[in-house]
């Protein structure tokens, strides 16, 4: 009795730090870039532009790997309803984490599977409240030119020194905060047909 090899896994995403979390699982998967425009929409929630995100970068890559199983991730910190995205520069991330000190902050992270073949596309959504510490603005600087953080949604890194500006961290997945919630991740991709263990 012959199986069916295992449907290739792409994860549809060029950040280092969703590749690294993915790697934990130990299971072959590619890497592609997906060609999405991120901007928010209209009256768009921060959950909603993560989960909308998500979903659109699988199937950005899934057009192009209609047999594969491709995972697509978002993540949009949420202070009081505004969506606060990576800073991109220095000035904005002071910026940011001037207005998130001494207040929580919802990081909004969305998972997305998609697979074409099949008709399978699911998405979750992990939610990780974060209080920041009442940081000074020297701190803020020190951190900044620490560790650079220009690339992450709410411009710090809790997986590094990041971790010095939080208070309190509430989720159930805690690998959300890094940009990837392996939990719900594990439970699509195996919905999905690939099996982790």
Do not use: W
């Not at 809790?158 to 392996?182: F, H, K, Q, V």
Request: net charge neutral; with cysteine; charged share 20%.
């Amino acid at each position: 009795m012959s199986s069916l090899p295992p449907r290739p896994l792409i994860l549809a995403s060029t950040s280092v730090y969703r590749r690294q979390l993915l790697e934990r699982l130990r299971l072959p998967f590619s890497v592609v870039a997906s060609q999405v425009d991120e901007t928010p929409l209209p009256g768009e929630t921060p959950p909603d532009i993560a989960c909308r995100l998500a979903l659109a970068k699988a199937r950005s890559v899934a057009q192009a790997h209609p047999t594969a199983v491709v995972i697509g991730s978002d993540q949009v910190a949420d202070l009081d309803g505004q969506a606060l995205g990576k800073p991109g520069n220095h000035a904005r991330a002071v910026a940011q984490l001037q207005t998130m000190r001494g207040n929580t902050v919802v990081f909004q992270t969305a998972v997305a599977v998609v697979c074409l073949e099949t008709g399978f596309a699911q998405t979750e959504l992990a939610r990780v409240k974060v209080r920041f510490r009442a940081l000074t603005d020297a701190q803020i600087e020190a951190y900044l030119l620490a560790e650079t953080p220009y690339d992450c949604a709410g411009s710090a890194k809790s997986e590094g020194l990041g971790i010095a500006l939080l208070e309190r961290i509430d989720n159930d997945d805690p690998t959300a905060l890094i940009g990837l919630p392996l939990i719900r991740t594990c439970q699509l991709i195996q919905a999905a047909g690939i099996q982790v263990l």
